[in-house]
Structure formats: C-alpha cells, structure tokens
Nanobody
Framework: VQLQASGGGLVQPGGSLRLSCAAS????????VGWLRQAPGKEREGLYC????????YYADSARGRFTISRDDAKNTMYLQMSRLRPEDTAVYYC??????????????WGQGTQVTVSS
C-alpha cells in the first residue's frame, strides 16, 4: 500500500489549491481513505475519512464548507480541493488509509506529505 500526496505550495489567504493523492498497491475506491494534516508544533488533525464498508463519511469542522473531496477511479487518485484558505491552514497534508470510529477517524499508512503554506 502506497499513498503519495502532491500539489502543495504557497497560496495567498482566500485562495484555492487542489491536492492530489495517488494510490498504488490497492484500489482506492474499495478502501477507506482520507486526508489529515499537521501544522508546525501541533498534533495531526484528521480532515476527512470516507469508509465505503460502513458508508460513513467524516469531515472535520475546519474543513466543512471549504474543502471538498473527489476521486478519479481511472487514475486511482483522490483529490482535496481547498478554497477560502486561511493562514491557519498552513500545514503538511497527507492522505492515508482511515477508519471512522467514535471520537474521530484513525489514520494509517500515510505516505510523504505535501506542504501547504497560506501567506500573503
């Protein structure tokens, strides 16, 4: 199982950015996958987890309404479209396998992340 996030960069506050997550070794549409991030000096924060086996979806309050998820099954790739970005969204973003549980999703197998910096 490999998950590789890409597409990060520097963006101004209020701007948009789309991150990609390329999966290999498994079929992304068949497994529970999501996004998480880690800001400097902070704990990892789960943003999204979609679990097809349970039919459950988790969206963090910080992502709801600004971040949307899409998938291209032909490319075995998932996307995180981020809009109305804020300086506090600055973090390294990862995609990972996940599981929705009481108290929030659990993430495993995240690969190399991609840095997103929101600054003017």
């Amino acid at each position: 199982v490999q998950l590789q996030a890409s597409g990060g960069g520097l963006v101004q506050p209020g701007g948009s950015l789309r991150l990609s997550c390329a999966a290999s070794g498994f079929i992304l549409a068949d497994d529970a996958v999501g996004w998480l991030r880690q800001a400097p000096g902070k704990e990892r924060e789960g943003l999204y987890c979609w679990d097809p086996s349970e039919g459950s979806t988790y969206y963090a309050d910080s992502a709801r309404g600004r971040f949307t998820i899409s998938r291209d099954d032909a490319k075995n790739t998932m996307y995180l479209q981020m809009s109305r970005l804020r300086p506090e969204d600055t973090a390294v973003y990862y995609c990972a396998l996940c599981k929705n549980v009481v108290g929030g999703p659990r993430f495993t197998d995240w690969g190399q992340g991609t840095q997103v910096t929101v600054s003017s």
